[in-house]
Every structure is written in C-alpha cells, then in structure tokens.
C-alpha cells in the first residue's frame, strides 16, 4: 500500500534553532499536507503542499512530486512550535499520514 | 464558528463494552470522517459519510459502525471494546467536493479500554 515516512522522529531544538523535517512517500502524489498536532490533540493545516513552495511566516514547505519527497522548514523556532508535525497525502477522498516528527522547542 | 466539536474529550471503558462518540461538523461542512489515532501513530482513517451514508471505509472490522444525521452531525460507534481501541479518535469535516486541503479536525475524543 501507500506508505509516507517522516523523519526525523524525534527533534529537540534549542528557541530560535532552525528545523527541517522530511517526508518520503513511496508512489507520485498530486496532493500532500502538512499538520501541526498541538498537546491537545487538535491537527491544525499548515499547508496544502502537492508541488512547488510555499511560506507563511516563519514556516515554509517545498513539495518535489517527482522525487517523491516535501519538506517542512521551520525558522526561529519557538517554544508553541512544540508538539507533533505530520505530513499526509490524500488518497480518494481520505488521507493517509506519516508516523509523525514530534518537536520539542526548549526555552 | 465553533469548527469541529467532539464529545466527550475523555471517556473509560472496559473490555466488551460498547462506546459511542459524536462529532459536529463546521459550519457549511456536509462530510464527516472519522480517524483513530493511536499513540504515537499518526491517525488511520476510519471512515467518511456523507448524505447518511458510509462512503468509504478504511481497514477496520464490523465493530466499527457510524451514523450521520439530517443536520451532519455523526457518531462513531464501537462494539465489543478491545484494549487495542485505545487510541484518540478524530473526527474532520469538509464540503462536499472539497480537497483535503478544506479538511477540519477536531480536538478528538481520547478512549481508554480496560
């Protein structure tokens, strides 16, 4: 089936570090999203990334469809940046989601 | 506008039970689909219903059964409980025809089986 792999697992990043996170997926994709999961279990849209780059703020996200890959940048970090970042592709309607990059921004 | 709200945020039950956890679409939303997330996992789908209907269905046996309503709203019921459905189910809502880039979850209800 479908697989999208995150990495890395785990990042702990002093504040104002700087992060990149990768998302690998296995087949071509014409969409891909990224999420940020806040300590209270809510995923919130970052960006709906199927090619190209985008950037809001402090946070950007290039997606190259043909190598099957999109990355997540995050710049100044900050300490409510913390939590767990996913990226998922869509699949007929539904989507289907990486284990996840679970960040930790120390003050 | 409340987004996409779920009840109840904590719920315990024990092996064998029957749980029943609603969701209630954003505003202007008519499709609801429902995610289990287990811990550490990223969220699986469950399913997705639209016109009172289940649409589509992910990997997941018969125990697993949902309903919508006239106003949207849905429920997820789950039937004899294993500890393995111990998970946070999410619950996400979109408009009809929207890409997942239109896709809403809510804060999601934390289940616990013992």
């Known amino acids: 089936g479908i697989q999208v792999e995150q990495s890395p697992p785990d990042l702990i990043l002093q504040e104002g570090a700087n992060s990149t996170l990768r998302c690998n997926f296995s087949?071509?994709?014409?969409?891909l999203q990224w999420f940020h999961q806040n300590p209270w279990g809510q995923l919130i849209n970052l960006f709906y990334?199927?090619?190209g780059t985008k950037q809001n703020g402090r946070l950007s996200a290039t997606t190259v469809a043909t190598e099957r890959y999109s990355l997540l940048y995050i710049s100044s970090s900050q300490t409510t940046d913390s939590g767990v970042y996913f990226c998922?592709?869509?699949?007929?309607?539904?989507?289907?989601f990486g284990k996840g990059t679970k960040l930790s921004v120390k003050p | 506008d409340a987004g996409v709200t779920q009840s109840p945020t904590h719920l315990i039950k024990t092996r064998g039970q029957q749980v029943t956890l609603r969701c209630s679409p954003k505003?202007?939303?008519?499709?609801v689909s429902w995610y289990q997330q287990a811990l550490g996992q990223g969220p699986q789908f469950i399913f997705q219903?639209?016109?009172?209907?289940?649409?589509q269905r992910g990997n997941f046996p018969d125990r697993f059964s949902g309903h919508q309503f006239p106003n949207y709203s849905s429920e997820l019921n789950v039937n004899a409980l294993l500890l393995g459905d111990s998970a946070l189910y999410l619950c996400?809502?979109?408009?009809?025809?929207?890409?997942?880039?239109?896709?809403?979850f809510g804060s999601g209800t934390q289940l616990s089986v013992l």
């Open positions: 996400a809502s979109s408009p009809r025809g929207g890409g997942i880039e239109k896709l809403f």
């Open positions: 087949d071509s994709v014409n969409n």
């Open positions: 990334i199927p090619s």
């Open positions: 998922a592709r869509g699949s007929q309607g539904n989507l289907i």
């Open positions: 505003s202007g939303h008519d499709t």
């Open positions: 219903y639209y016109e009172e209907e289940e649409r």
